[in-house]
């Protein structure tokens, strides 16, 4: 069992920059796959980014070059920064820890974020 915990997250200006971060915990072995999904009220979760344990990452079209994933395999820890925030970035973002070999994947509680004026 693998337990996520998410931190980060809340309200900013558009332009603005925020970050998240999500620890895993729990029976962690072989390798892994992190990231961030989101998604905002009456739409369908999308993927935001990926980082697998060789950290080649991976970015929803709507993101790409603003936001900026990272990890610390030390800490299980995924990092995502986001810049140049747009009111379109509103939503709950869910970290998600997928492990390879296995196929399992665990979701966190999610965090809200809110871009407005």
């Known amino acids: 069992q693998v337990v996520l915990v998410e931190s980060g997250g809340g309200l900013v200006q558009p332009g603005g920059s925020l970050s998240l971060s999500c620890a895993a915990s729990g029976t962690i072995s072989g390798r892994y796959g992190m990231g961030w999904y989101r998604q905002a009220p009456g739409k369908q979760r999308e993927l935001v980014a990926l980082i697998a344990d060789t950290h080649a990452t991976n970015f929803g079209d709507s993101v790409t070059h603003r936001f900026t994933i990272s990890r610390d395999n030390a800490k299980n820890t995924v990092y995502l920064q986001m810049n140049s925030l747009k009111p379109e970035d509103t939503a709950v973002y869910y970290c998600?820890?997928?492990?390879?070999?296995?196929?399992?994947?665990?979701w966190g509680q999610g965090t809200q974020v809110t871009v407005s004026s």
């Open positions: 998600n820890f997928h492990l390879i070999v296995e196929g399992n994947d665990y």
